[in-house]
């Protein structure tokens, strides 16, 4: 951000044509826009560390008064369609596992979901349940609704995003649970007289869980960085459209937070991820 062209007095000398080069130069001095990029970043992460966010030159209010609501709707949003891919897609990958005629379907659905631009799938939606059928609202948020409305409106970029993320749950279920039920303890535990489903659940999901539980790691950062793409085209507010008017807007203080939190909730996730692995397969601990 700051290799991007202007600064954010820049911008606030179109707002206001008043100021003069010796006001730019003052204000600059004050929010220490002429001292270098290094010093800058350090002042800054100070300055969180002490708790101050500052201000958001966008809204001319504290950070966190902008940061926290977007990152609500987002957490609705994100986490809704998360938690229906993840869901969805392994339990696809499962039964195209046990059954291969289904397993050959599954892993087409798959490439062609993850071929399938957000974009575009949202706008067929968008012309099918909203314009041709007019079941739901074709995007905004609902406002002071009760819990059924506030569903109706987040059914289609929920739907958008599960899809969409459900193939690379289900192709990696898939190829994981076909090689754990061709491995020589599964044939064991069938020999022992265990059900099928027996087998599935306790033996051969367990050590096939280890790749989506990485999966699942590397999408929590997306519950917090938002899906800029489809909350636009739903004209939902969230972190994508947050992020990307900040750092358009070159408001620094609200795109470095926001970028921070990212990627403080992906590590955080990364960690308990590996932790969650060694837990399912005490092998890796080795």
């Not at 003052?26 to 992460?45: Q, S, V």
């Not at 994100?78 to 993840?86: F, R, S, V």
């Not at 994981?176 to 044939?187: G, N, S, T, V």
């Amino acid at each position: 951000m700051g290799l991007m062209p202007g600064d954010p007095l820049d911008l606030a000398m179109l707002g206001d044509p008043t100021l003069t080069a010796a006001d730019l130069a003052k204000l600059r001095e004050i929010h220490g826009l002429d001292r270098p990029l290094h010093e800058r970043y350090l002042a800054w992460a100070a300055a969180v560390l002490r708790g101050d966010f500052g201000y958001s030159r966008l809204y001319s209010v504290p950070v966190q008064a902008v940061l926290w609501p977007a990152l609500g709707s987002t957490l609705v949003l994100l986490g809704w369609a998360l938690a229906l891919a993840a869901g969805g897609g392994v339990l696809l990958g499962v039964a195209g596992a046990v059954r291969p005629g289904l397993g050959r379907l599954a892993d087409g659905f798959s490439i062609l979901v993850q071929a399938t631009p957000a974009f575009w799938l949202g706008l067929l939606l968008i012309i099918l349940f909203a314009v041709t059928l007019g079941w739901l609202p074709a995007g905004g948020v609902a406002e002071d609704a009760g819990l059924v409305e506030a569903l109706r409106f987040l059914v289609l970029p929920v739907a958008t995003l599960a899809l969409v993320n459900m193939a690379a749950y289900a192709r990696h279920g898939l190829a994981a649970m076909q090689a754990e039920l061709a491995a020589p303890y599964i044939r064991t535990a069938r020999m022992k007289g265990l059900s099928e489903g027996a087998v599935l659940w306790r033996h051969a999901f367990p050590n096939a869980a280890v790749p989506l539980v990485t999966i699942a790691a590397l999408d929590a950062g997306a519950l917090v960085s938002g899906a800029l793409v489809t909350e636009t085209i739903f004209a939902r507010p969230g972190m994508g459209k947050l992020i990307y008017d900040s750092v358009m807007g070159n408001d620094y203080n609200l795109a470095l937070l926001a970028l921070l939190l990212a990627a403080l909730v992906t590590m955080l996730a990364t960690l308990a991820a590996d932790v969650a692995q060694r837990l399912i397969d005490p092998r890796l601990a080795g």
